[in-house]
């Protein structure tokens, strides 16, 4: 169930994201949050992506403008994401999406989180 905000983000749930991950799908999940909130937990196969380092690890690590991205933070009141995400948009990725959820909502989902490389 993808939507639309006013700030022009393609928006994913929760649940969809889930999914993604537990199909295994091939896309980049990305934490827009400094390197410390990365370090302390984040969602299952995130890369940390700090919203000052974006576009340079974005051209290091995933090159093809085709990637799937999906940027997400710490929660709905959180607009890393949102940022992150159009500065993408404007380097010339085509298929990026925010999960605006965050954190807090992944969470309150019940889903497990990783610190380090591991749940």
Excluded at 1 to 27: P, Y
Excluded at 31 to 41: F, G, M, V
Excluded at 59 to 68: C, I, L, R, V, W
């Amino acid at each position: 169930m993808s939507t639309t905000t006013a700030s022009s983000s393609v928006l994913i749930d929760a649940r969809e994201l889930h999914e993604k991950i537990e199909r295994g799908d091939h896309f980049v999940l990305a934490e827009a949050l400094a390197l410390k909130y990365y370090q302390e937990k984040h969602l299952p196969k995130a890369i940390a992506l700090p919203p000052a380092d974006a576009a340079r690890i974005a051209k290091e690590s995933f090159p093809a403008h085709d990637t799937p991205i999906v940027v997400y933070c710490a929660s709905n009141t959180c607009n890393n994401s949102h940022e992150v995400a159009k500065e993408l948009s404007a380097l010339g990725y085509t298929d990026v999406r925010v999960f605006a959820e965050g954190k807090k909502g992944w969470g309150e989902a019940g889903f497990p989180f990783e610190k380090d490389g591991s749940t």
